[in-house]
Structure formats: structure tokens, C-alpha cells
């Protein structure tokens, strides 16, 4: 089988019954690729995974691309990316990192770099650098959230995916790498990382009536994770009546590989439970073309699912050995809970 055609395909979903998926608005339409044929039986998010798309994702030369996350409007996927200099290394996110738009008329690429959206303002609450982007739609208004500094966590909003974007003037949420789900009534939830005085990369959650807030933080801001798990880079939709987390496994507590991809689920979005020890991926990414790829890193996680809550995509940020990090989607053959 040729899984370049394959993906390459469109297809026409027969969609009987909504349900709310990841960040709000990230839904694919009706005419999403077709990944693979389906399986029967109980299936894991890693037996899902299949080949990532060689001349896929996003890549820019001179830059290094972090942090993606991917939201369809009309025919056209709009991937919302952080970027720095690559002359300055992977450290350099901390002084020159800025957000910037990509398109695609396929879910897997490859995405063509359109603008500079957002960049850091002086003398404003996001002065050092915009960072952690995710693009979420809540009713009319498109929502890309974002952090400054460690720990600070602020939006804009705008009327069109392509903007004016209006911002805020301070910080909404005292957490970094959100993750955000907007539910049916347009209230929100974010799952994301606060590092305590303890060094403790806890995760913990936020909840809101809306995107304007107030955001209140859930359960007094105790780690959410079971077993002391810490965690970077979560992402989240919703499938199976129940809250999905997949992020960075920091220390490798829940999978035994540090950074490796570990699943969590709740369904009350209080308490966590680990869906397996097994990673859902590691820096090893297997393509299309049967060659493979070790990267130094593999980190922030996207989780791309569709109308029914499936997930067909997955987007990882991805440093090689040589040159800089880029951004590598591999396809997902309908993934959804069975926990």
C-alpha cells in the first residue's frame, strides 16, 4: 500500500453526533485525510501511530520551530507555531521567541509560513517572549493562548484566524505549557505545569466560564498526576466521556524513559489516572519512506482529533542531531480511549 496516497486522500465523514474535541475548535471538517484502514478490538494510542509523512510538518532553515498546534477553517489547516533564530540555539526561546502562522491544505503537510503573529512587547506583561501557543476557537472568536516567563499565561483573541489580534494587558493564569479545552457551553478547562519551590513540575488545572475568565484554579493547585508524576508539554482533547492528556513523561516517573510520551485520562478533570507505562513515543519517529530518525529532542506534543473525537494526527517538535528543530506530524488511525 502507498500510505503517501493514502494520506493524501480526501474522504467524507458522515457525522450523526458532535462531540466537543481537543483546544476548542482544533476539529477537523468533513473532508480530513483518511490515515489508515480501521482495526477491531482494543487498541492503544501507540498501536494507532503509523508512519509520519517524510516531507511533511513545518520546517523553516534558519529558524527553530517549537510548540505547534493546528486548528482548520474552511479547506485549510492553520498550524500556530513558536519560532527563534536557530543561531541562537534552543536557548534562545527565552530572549527571541515569537509566534508565527503556517498553512496547509493537507492535516500532515507540508505547512508554508505565512506571518509573524505575535512577538514580545516591551514594557508589557509579555516582554520577555511569546512562547507555549495554542490556537483554540470559542464560539466566533479565535483564542491563541501563550506564555511570557515561567509561569505566566495570557491570551488574544480576534474575530478571523488570520486577526488583528487584541491583547491583554496582563496574564490570566500563573502556569506554563497550557493545554486547552473548550467544552460545549463554551466554559474552558487547562491542564498545564507549574514547577513548585520544591523544583516539583506538578500538573495542575484551571477552570472558566469563558475565555475572558475568571480562571479558578482547580483543587487548590495540588499535582493532578497520581504517584508524584511530573510532566512538561501537555496536550488534551476530549474522547470516551472523559478528559485525555498526553505530555512529556519529566523524569520519566510514569514510563521509565524521561520525556518519553505518557497518557493520562480523568473523568472529572480532578483526578488522573495513567492509561499505561508503556510510552506513546519516544525520540525515535519511523516515516513513510521506511527510514528512521533518532532526534536529541522530541517534546511538545499536539494531538490533532476530528469531529467524532478521534485522533488522527499527532505533532511533535523535533531537534535532530544536525541542523534545527522542526516540526514532524505523524498520522493516527482513529484513535479514541478504550480505557
Known sequence: MNLRKLYHRPTILLVIVLTFVSHGGAASSTNDAVVGPRQSGKRSFKDCLLPAVKDGGFSMGDYILWCSSVIKVGDTYHMFASRWPAQYGLGGWTTYSECVRATSTNLFGPYAFQEVVLQKRPGNWDNSRVHNVKIVKAGSKYVLYHINSANQTGYAVADSVTGPWTRLDKFVMKVSNPAILVKPDLSIYVF???????????????????????????????NLLPNGGELEDPTIWWANNQYNILLNDWKGKATGIGKAGAQYYSKDGVHYELMSHEPIFTKTVIYDDKTSETFSRRERPFVYANEKGEV?????????KEGPARVVVQPVDHYVPEN
Request: glycine share 10%; proline share 8%; with cysteine.
Open 192 to 222: 498545564g505545569r507549574l514547577r513548585d519551590a520544591m523544583q516539583v513540575n506538578r500538573g495542575i488545572a484551571f477552570t472558566a466560564p469563558t475565555y475572558e475568565g475568571p480562571y479558578s484554579l482547580v483543587n487548590n493547585g495540588d
Open 312 to 320: 488522527i494526527a499527532l505533532f511533535t517538535a523535533c531537534l535532530p
